[in-house]
């Protein structure tokens, strides 16, 4: 057993300090890196555009629900600071989906951001559901922002990438 670790050490104090455990996950790197494609000139991805009109859709809901007098506050002392918050979230939005829709970085990391929120809240409200109906819905929001998640992932990296990288790292 003690050989064995020391000669994994002396291996390890052969290998350069920077290629240590890394070198497989650096090469999966490199090669997702090089099957990017940069996005051609008004191009927008799917996800992105997908999160732009879910935002636009969110954004309508809300101010909808404000208009018509629903603000989910608790008591009327709380009213003008819940539509205060919902007018609030709905410019939010409106500002998510506008960039979105022009394929900003910014827009796309604020809506990530928004889902990121939206799981954390859904899971956190599946511990408190009270029926099965609470229960499906909380998972559909998970499954659907999750999916719109992970989508988005790869459309923020060819949303950064200027150009074709003409040189290996």
């Known amino acids: 057993m003690a050989r064995s670790r020391k000669r994994r050490r002396q291996a390890a104090e052969r290998a350069p300090a920077g290629d240590r455990g890394y070198s497989r996950s650096r090469a999966k790197d490199e090669a997702a890196r090089a099957a990017l494609q940069p996005l051609a000139p008004g191009e927008r991805p799917t996800a992105v555009t997908v999160g732009a009109v879910v935002a636009a859709v969110l954004a309508a809901a809300n101010l909808i629900a404000v208009i018509v007098g629903w603000d989910g506050a608790a008591g009327s002392d709380d009213r003008a600071r819940a539509i205060a918050g919902s007018l609030l979230v709905t410019g ?16 796309v990391l604020g809506m990530q951001t928004l889902l990121a929120l939206t799981l954390i809240a859904a899971a956190l409200g599946l511990v408190t559901a009270e029926n099965a109906a609470a229960m499906l819905v909380l998972v559909a929001i998970l499954v659907l922002a999750g999916t719109l998640f992970w989508f988005m992932v790869k459309a923020m990296a060819r949303i950064q990438m200027p150009e074709r990288p003409s040189r290996a790292r």
């Open 92 to 107: 939010l939005l409106c500002a998510v989906a506008w960039g979105m829709w022009h394929s900003r970085y910014w827009a």
